[in-house]
């Protein structure tokens, strides 16, 4: 009865809601650069200096064996000449999907400037030196959670949280450089990026760059 009362009336609270309702920059695409790293670059440097809550958010979608999609937001790391990066546990549901079929998208979305950031592409680990260095670089906290090595397992004690945390704190206290075999960091190598801006009447401004094997082909999209 309470989950009637909730959801009861939602369809007409949601068509209520604004959209499209953040201040969008200049955007011209037909003056875009010729490569999608260097015109990403520019999308999430104007988020961040516009105070964008958490602009290196995204969300990553994989696949499972049956071809059923699972999506969740993790933090972007770094672009480069490799491509998008970020780091799982290859344990969890993404590690095993991604490991099972190396192929993945990611979404970035600024609501504040009315854009999203499409990109998809096959997905190759990093050197061991890189996954490392990430590892390292993370919060303790962080580090700590990822060797109880247990991310996604099902638990009914709160106590087995404590208890694998201590394990894990007393391993980092006896190696601190300690890097548990299961982390793993990858880069999305893009054959699609998409560059959306929104339009509150809908005149949506898109320009899709595909790989051509010898650069970049860029296409206008309608909206």
Do not use: C
């Not at 095993?96 to 609501?111: I, K, Q, S, V």
């Amino acid at each position: 009865m309470a989950e009637q009362v909730v959801l009861e009336g939602l369809r007409q609270r949601l068509r209520g809601l604004g959209v499209l309702k953040g201040s969008a920059p200049e955007f011209d695409p037909d003056a875009a650069p010729a490569d999608p790293m260097t015109l990403f670059g520019e999308w999430i440097s104007t988020a961040i200096e516009a105070g964008v809550l958490e602009p290196h958010a995204m969300t990553l979608s994989t696949v499972d064996a049956q071809g059923r999609p699972s999506a969740r937001v993790l933090i972007l790391k770094d672009v480069d000449d490799a491509g998008w990066h970020f780091a799982v546990n290859a344990a969890s549901r993404k590690g095993r999907e991604l490991a099972g079929n190396p192929y993945a998208a990611l979404t970035f979305y600024w609501p504040e400037l009315v854009r999203q950031v499409r990109v998809t592409g096959r997905v190759t680990p990093d050197p061991a030196t890189v996954v490392a260095a990430d590892f390292l670089d993370r919060p303790l906290g962080s580090r700590e959670m990822a060797l109880t090595r247990r991310q996604s397992e099902p638990f009914t004690d709160p106590t087995e949280i404590e208890e694998a945390l201590d394990k894990a704190r007393l391993e980092l206290e006896a190696t601190p450089d300690l890097v548990p075999r299961e982390w793993v960091s990858y880069a999305v190598a893009p054959e699609e990026v998409e560059f959306w801006q929104g339009d509150p009447q809908r005149r949506h401004r898109r320009l899709r760059y595909e790989a051509d094997g010898a650069g970049w082909f860029r296409i206008r999209l309608w909206p």
